[in-house]
């Protein structure tokens, strides 16, 4: 172990940060896979330059602190029209002001990292997935300046290619000073070079980035992304790699446990692969899985966030889009991209009867032979644990129904908790097996119908300690347009509760932190 190391008993503390503008599907894989990280002797913060421009990113930035311990947000300044970042599914366009910008966040970043004295600072890339171990990998490797190695095709049908490099911009083959090389002893060592990262190890390089730890003695001696003055070379990495090395330190890439990088929608399903590929194999026994849902106009609210969260462990989906007006469809097949999807729209919505449109609902499930049924709105979705359970209930070969607890969220980070408002107080069913033979009844009211049919815990059924989060009371302008639909469609609360609608817009509602 090098001078100045720590001990292995003690607690090393890690930055891990990221600048962030980013698209909601990639960054909730992206967030997903910090969460997985092993950090056993580690103790993690986070730092998140938000420069999102959809505000669904920001959004799952808020949910992710809500969820975690050690985390900051530093909201970026307003931007001009010349630093928007572009993608397509071809490339990704940088022009030299955005290049600078994310130069200046970076410095930002490691600014705080001294500030607050953190051991390491990992700084990632927001389109990346890391395997759980890599984190202590790097750690382990005792390098002052190490990435994680990943591959991309920087071109649709291009060979992939390493973000590490040995020389100059992008130099990926072995040569000393003043060699000259021919075009095929160039191919022999890029391919040298190539057939070396393919094998597990830490080797050292002359360039690298995205994926980057960095310890407090690297810090130290003052590594930046800013521009030197003398050098014409592209992107903030190379002007941070060489100025690392005219301070004395090596540069390192590991290439145990390689990350994967979303760098176009086709590497979406992928992505997928990846997070799956170190849980535990679905055993045969494990019931099919289909979600049901209603939606309309969703696509600015709650929606993309919560089918995110349902894709990990759904098969299908049936979903009734009922007369949206918005993008809400569009958003549904983009999220649930690479999963069978079941997609009805109704011209006119039907929620003013929600007895007919819940019959509905439950009638074109059943079209698609359901096993299990996952019956949420488009702004729930469970507490993390489920994820990791739903194995357990799925094998169930003696419970038909499984009920939890739903929380009304009043803001994105508390629950409504007082003498009218208690629905987590009670068990509600949310997750049906679908008996053929049963008899099906349903509660025929115009509203508050029940979203099952009602008599379905007449089936076994069991308790789950498992918690639901309802986000769609979390916002004040969505309470008043629910106010205002019980208001229309249940002017004398003859199917609901009449206190509870006038409760809605109370001043200072009694709120319990989430604790997740």
Not at 299 to 306: E, G, H, N, T, V
Request: glycine share 4%.
């Amino acid at each position: 172990m090098r001078e100045g190391s720590y001990l292995s008993e003690e607690k090393r503390r890690v930055l891990i940060a990221s600048p962030v503008q980013q698209q909601p599907t990639i960054l909730a894989l992206f967030l997903a896979s910090l969460k997985r990280l092993h950090a056993d002797q580690l103790e993690l913060s986070y730092l998140f330059i938000d420069d999102n421009t959809d505000a669904t990113s920001s959004q799952l930035l808020e949910q992710f602190t809500a969820a975690r311990e050690g985390v900051t947000i530093i909201r970026s300044e307003p931007s001009d029209s010349q630093d928007v970042y572009v993608r397509t599914d071809l490339t990704h366009c940088w022009n030299e002001q955005l290049i600078w910008k994310v130069a200046h966040f970076k410095n930002r970043i490691i600014e705080h990292a001294l500030e607050h004295q953190f051991d390491y600072l990992f700084l990632l890339d927001s389109d990346l997935l890391l395997d759980s171990r890599t984190l202590a990998q790097l750690v382990a490797d005792d390098k002052d300046i190490v990435s994680e190695i990943f591959w991309t095709r920087w071109q649709p049908d291009a060979r992939p290619q390493p973000q590490v490099w040995l020389h100059d911009e992008y130099g990926q083959w072995e040569r000393g000073r003043g060699e000259q090389l021919s075009d095929l002893e160039i191919a022999e060592r890029l391919e040298q070079f190539y057939a070396m990262l393919n094998e597990p190890g830490v080797y050292e390089v002359g360039g690298l980035g995205a994926c980057t730890l960095l310890s407090r003695r690297a810090l130290e001696a003052g590594v930046h992304f800013g521009p030197i003055s003398n050098l014409t070379f592209w992107g903030e990495d190379r002007h941070f790699c060489i100025r690392a090395a005219a301070l004395g330190l090596q540069l390192f890439v590991d290439t145990h446990y390689p990350a994967y990088h979303i760098y176009r929608s086709a590497d979406l399903a992928g992505a997928e692969r990846f997070l799956q590929k170190e849980t535990e194999v679905q055993p045969l026994t494990r019931g099919r899985l289909t979600l049901s849902m209603v939606v309309r106009n969703e696509s600015s609210r709650y929606l993309r966030q919560a089918l995110e969260q349902h894709r990990q462990y759904i098969d299908d989906a049936v979903i009734i889009d009922d007369g949206s007006t918005d993008d809400t469809a569009e958003v549904c097949l983009q999220a649930l991209e690479g999963i069978p999807v079941k997609l009805i729209r109704n011209e006119v919505s039907r929620f003013s009867n929600e007895i007919t449109l819940r019959k509905q609902q439950w009638e074109e499930t059943l079209t698609v032979n359901p096993e299990w049924i996952l019956n949420l709105d488009a702004d729930e979705w469970f507490e993390q644990s489920f994820a990791q359970e739903l194995d357990s209930l799925l094998q169930s070969r003696s419970t038909n129904v499984f009920c939890f607890r739903l929380y009304d969220f009043w803001s994105l980070h508390s629950y409504r908790s007082d003498a009218i408002w208690q629905a987590h107080e009670s068990y509600r069913p949310f997750l049906l097996r679908y008996d053929p033979a049963f008899d099906y009844k349903w509660k025929n009211t115009p509203q508050h119908c029940g979203r099952f049919p009602a008599n379905i815990l007449e089936l076994p059924h069991q308790l789950s300690d498992i918690r639901l989060k309802h986000y769609g009371w979390a916002k004040e302008e969505h309470r008043r347009e629910k106010l205002h639909r019980y208001q229309l469609l249940d002017p004398d609360a003859k199917y609901g509760w009449k206190e509870q609608y006038l409760s809605i817009l109370d001043n200072n509602p009694q709120l319990v932190e989430w604790q997740e």
